[in-house]
Structure formats: C-alpha cells, structure tokens
C-alpha cells in the first residue's frame, strides 16, 4: 500500500484546509485509515481516523466539531476537511493505514502499517 498525502499550506486562523490522501497497492477496504500530526520536539498525534466503510469514525476532543473525515472510494482517497483551523494545529499532517484493524480505528501510530510522506500546515494567527 502507497499513499500520498497532500493539501498542506498556510492559512489564516479560522480559515480552511482540506488534506486528501490518495491510496494505491493492493486491496485495502478492511484496512482503517488515519490521520497523525506531529510538531518538532513533541510525539506524534491521533487526530482523527475512519473505516473504509465509514461506520467507525475517532476524533481526538481538540478537533471535533471542527475536522471531519471522509473517504471516496471511487477515488481511493481519505480527505480531512479541517476548518476553523488554529495557530495550535500547526504540524506536519501524515495518513496512515492500518491492515490489521477489524472494523475499529486505532488512535495508536504503532498500529499503524503504512504511513504517508507527510504534509505541511501552517495556521498563522
């Protein structure tokens, strides 16, 4: 499994940005998908997850409300739509996957098996 994360930048606080991850290889409508976040000096962050089905969604409590997840199974891609973004979710955005997930969404990286390259977001204040 590839994935390619993309749609970083910079924004305005209280402005929007949506993050695809775009997903290639082999079969993966069992897996579980997730997004991380990750500033320098500090441990990777759960931010929200979902199954392919998307009978199962997790947010952590910072962004509920706020950020959603979706998947578009034509398309093979997870979106994180994040809006009235904050100066404190400026980070490094990464998508995972998880093969061995059940049905359920892991908030745990090592769950996690394959891992996008990473995009950057900046929300400035």
């Known amino acids: 499994v590839q994935l390619q994360a993309s749609g970083g930048g910079l924004v305005l606080a209280g402005g929007s940005l949506r993050l695809p991850c775009a997903a290639s290889g082999r079969t993966f409508r069992t897996y579980a998908m997730g997004w991380f976040r990750q500033v320098p000096g500090k441990e990777r962050e759960f931010v929200a997850g979902i199954t392919w089905s998307e009978l199962s969604t997790v947010y952590i409590d910072s962004v509920k409300g706020r950020f959603t997840i979706s998947t578009d199974n034509a398309k093979n891609t997870v979106y994180l739509q994040m809006n009235s973004l904050k100066p404190e979710d400026t980070a490094v955005y990464y998508c995972?996957?998880?093969?061995?997930?059940?049905?359920?969404?892991?908030?745990?990286?090592?769950?996690?098996?394959?891992w996008g390259q990473g995009t950057e977001v900046t929300v400035s204040s």
């Open positions: 995972a996957a998880d093969r061995r997930s059940l049905g359920t969404v892991s908030t745990i990286p090592d769950r996690y098996d394959y």
